[in-house]
């Protein structure tokens, strides 16, 4: 059965950082592609970032560019999002997500968190 938990969400201030976990089980966790999606209130769900197999990263919006940092630990089965400089505009459900070997142009994953909300806010 495979599960991927996030956890790190949380209220914080306009400016201030936030780290976001995902872990994984039930999956050869080296052999996939992590990425971390988010969806505001009212608004479509959309990519942040995503790490292969190969530990290759990318950023799928140019509004996060910059601003965010992912990295995975093959041995603890979890990839990290670290996230700086936030933004109000950042609050959403950040979602992490597997697929095999490559990060896809879109959402196109196999295996989906539940969520965690970050909120950004004075």
């Known amino acids: 059965q495979v599960q991927l938990v996030e956890s790190g969400g949380g209220l914080v201030q306009p400016g201030g950082s936030l780290r976001l976990s995902c872990a994984a089980s039930?999956?050869?966790?080296?052999?996939?592609?992590i990425g971390w999606f988010r969806q505001a209130p009212g608004k479509e769900r959309e990519g942040v970032s995503c790490?292969?197999?190969?530990?290759?990263?990318?950023d799928y919006v140019d509004s996060v560019e910059g601003r965010v940092t992912i990295s995975r630990d093959n041995a603890k089965n979890t990839v990290t999002l670290q996230m700086k400089s936030l933004k109000p505009e950042d609050t959403a459900v950040y979602y992490c997500?597997?697929?095999?070997?490559?990060?896809?142009?879109?959402?196109?994953?196999?295996?989906w968190g539940k969520g965690t909300l970050v909120t950004v806010s004075s």
């Open positions: 997500a597997a697929v095999l070997f490559r990060c896809p142009p879109g959402d196109n994953m196999d295996y």
């Open positions: 790490i292969n197999w190969k530990n290759e990263s990318t």
């Open positions: 039930g999956i050869t966790f080296r052999h996939y592609a």
